[in-house]
Every structure is written in C-alpha cells, then in structure tokens.
C-alpha cells in the first residue's frame, strides 16, 4: 500500500480510514483489492462497515459531470504526460474501474442522492489552497469519498462537503462529512 490504510472498531462499526495511491490507478486497483480482502468478509457477516479517506479515484456516478468538463481532462492527462510516474488516467479517459469495485462489493456513496450534481458542490479536490485568490474552484473531482455498507446507508441523513473560506487555505482537500439518524 502507498500511503496505507487504519482498521478500527467502534459501536459496532467496522472502520477503514484509507490513502490510496496518487500516482497510478494500477496501484490503487492493487490496494482497493487488498482492502476489499478484509472488507467482504466483514459485510458478507452482516457487520456494519463504513470505508472512507482519500481514495484518489473517480466515481462513475460522477461521470456526467467529469466528461462535460474537456478541460479539466485535457489538464489533466497533460499532467500524467509531463509527470512519467503519474499514471491516473486510462485510454486518455478517466479511469472507474477502483471506485467500482467497492460498489460491487456492496459499498454505497453516502453522496448518493445527497449531494446536488453540480461540479461546484460535488469537487472535494483541489481546493483554493493553489490559487492566488484563495477561492474555491469552480472545477475540480470528487476523489474523497465515505462509503458504507447497507446497513450503516439507510441511516444518511446528509453528506455535505463544506467549502467556507478557512478551508480553502488549509488542505489542497475540503473535508468529506456525514451525518447519520441515531435510529431507523
């Protein structure tokens, strides 16, 4: 693993805090199979699992925004161009396949039906810590995500992705949030 992963348990609930690799969807394919190794037997068991961080991967449910914007492709396919160890994009296209194989294992985006589909308030990356005015971006992707099984999903009540002013100075991230119901 590039950056690693935490395991962790608390009221019941299976935690994986992750990193995935930067630099090559390649590698992050790797480590999203090493996790789900120990994610599928919690969930196959019926255990509450909750899986977020920076996993540095596209969404598929955010397709129609990322193919409108051929900009932000050409961009960033000029970066895996200049930068021989940046591989993150496949085919000159963006590349699904890491965030589909959490779906596939029953994972669930907590921004399913919770977030609008606008660029603006789904982009948790960059934020406007690299430009001048310090400002968030109009553009950018959602490569910070808070996944969980069927049984922790059906308690989202929201998942905003906060853009207020300090964070733009903070983090090239904005932080990722959800909020649960306490009961069904």
Do not use: C
Request: charged letters at 25%; a positive charge.
């Amino acid at each position: 693993m590039h950056h690693g992963f935490l395991h962790a348990r608390s009221y019941y609930i299976e935690i994986f805090v992750v990193h995935l690799s930067p630099f090559k969807w390649e590698v992050r394919q790797r480590e999203a199979q090493i996790l789900l190794g120990k994610i599928k037997p919690l969930l196959e068991a019926g255990k509450k699992v909750m899986v977020l961080g920076d996993f540095n991967a596209v969404s598929p449910a955010d397709t129609l925004i990322l193919d409108r914007d051929k900009e932000a492709l050409g961009d960033a396919l000029a970066s895996d161009a200049k930068n021989s160890h940046v591989q993150n994009h496949k085919d000159g296209k963006y590349e699904y396949g890491v965030m589909k194989m959490f779906f596939e294992a029953q994972l669930i985006d907590t921004a399913q039906g919770k977030l609008p589909l606008t660029p603006k308030e789904r982009l948790s990356y960059p934020t406007g810590v690299f430009n001048v005015a310090k400002t968030t971006p109009e553009n950018g992707t959602r490569i910070d995500f808070i996944l969980t099984g069927p049984q922790l999903h059906k308690l989202v009540k929201t998942m905003p992705i906060p853009k207020m002013n300090p964070l733009n100075r903070i983090s090239d991230h904005y932080p990722v949030i959800v909020d649960f119901k306490t009961s069904n």
